[in-house]
């Protein structure tokens, strides 16, 4: 069964538009985290944000906002008055315990964002 | 400010060939993994780390081998190439696993075509 989803498999704004992408998880632990993470078209992946499963405060950097409801086991991104630059791949991802304790991360499919001039 | 280095960038193989995919990182981090990323896919996990001679399989481990002799390096071998393994290979490295407050930090990636 698919840990993570990122169901938009690509979406495309106009410059200055908002976007949110979205990301929904399955897990049977109670401590995980959620991390995002971007690939540019240069094609390396840039960590961006990491939360824990204790804290569902909203999280902000700049134009970046983050939205975390374990109610509906989702984790989803914001861009805010989106930009040329912001076009990549985002890629969702959640911890999980490996079968040697030590935990993994489980990526979802990735969400392409096309932002356009 | 080198990170984590993967050599070489691109590569194509014959059916049947071997190579290894060198990967090294100066941030004295415990943990290494090895992805590959298919086309419009998210990674998989090959092979990971927890430290000097210490490996195990990820999710997809069919067709490679790793060692970690090093904390450094972590290359993985293709003794075997096919088709199936056109990919691109990317290899992580954490102080701790997945579950600690240390996000993984990727390396640029290798293009690997079996032809």
């Known amino acids: 069964a698919q840990k993570v989803t990122q169901a938009q498999t690509e979406i495309s704004v106009v410059e200055k538009e908002d976007v949110t992408l979205d990301c929904v998880y399955e897990t049977r632990d109670t401590t995980y985290y959620l991390f995002w993470y971007k690939q540019p078209p240069s094609g390396e992946l840039v960590f961006l944000i990491r939360r824990n499963s204790f804290d569902e405060q909203n999280e902000i950097s700049g134009r970046y906002s983050w939205n975390f409801q374990k109610s509906t086991s989702s984790f989803n991104f914001t861009i805010t008055a989106s930009q040329v630059v912001d076009s990549a791949v985002y890629f969702c991802?959640?911890?999980?315990?490996?079968?040697?304790?030590?935990?993994?991360?489980?990526w979802g499919a990735g969400t392409k964002l096309i932002i356009k001039p | 400010n080198a990170g984590v280095t993967q050599t070489p960038k691109f590569r194509i193989l014959k059916i049947g060939q071997s190579m290894t995919l060198q990967c090294t990182q100066d941030?004295?981090?415990?943990?290494m993994y090895w992805y590959r990323q298919d086309p419009g896919m998210g990674l998989k996990l090959i092979y990971y780390?927890?430290?000097?001679?210490?490996?195990d399989k990820g999710e997809v481990p069919n067709g490679y081998n790793v060692s970690r002799s090093t904390t450094e390096d972590f290359p993985l071998r293709l003794e075997l190439a096919a088709p199936s393994q056109t990919s691109v290979y990317f290899c992580?490295?954490?102080?701790?696993?997945?579950?600690?407050?240390?996000?993984?930090?990727f390396g640029d990636g290798t293009r690997l075509s079996i032809l």
């Open positions: 991802a959640l911890s999980e315990l490996g079968s040697d304790s030590n935990y993994q991360l489980i």
């Open positions: 941030m004295n981090h415990n943990y």
């Open positions: 992580a490295s954490s102080y701790r696993d997945a579950l600690s407050n240390q996000p993984q930090h």
């Open positions: 780390s927890v430290g000097a001679g210490i490996t």
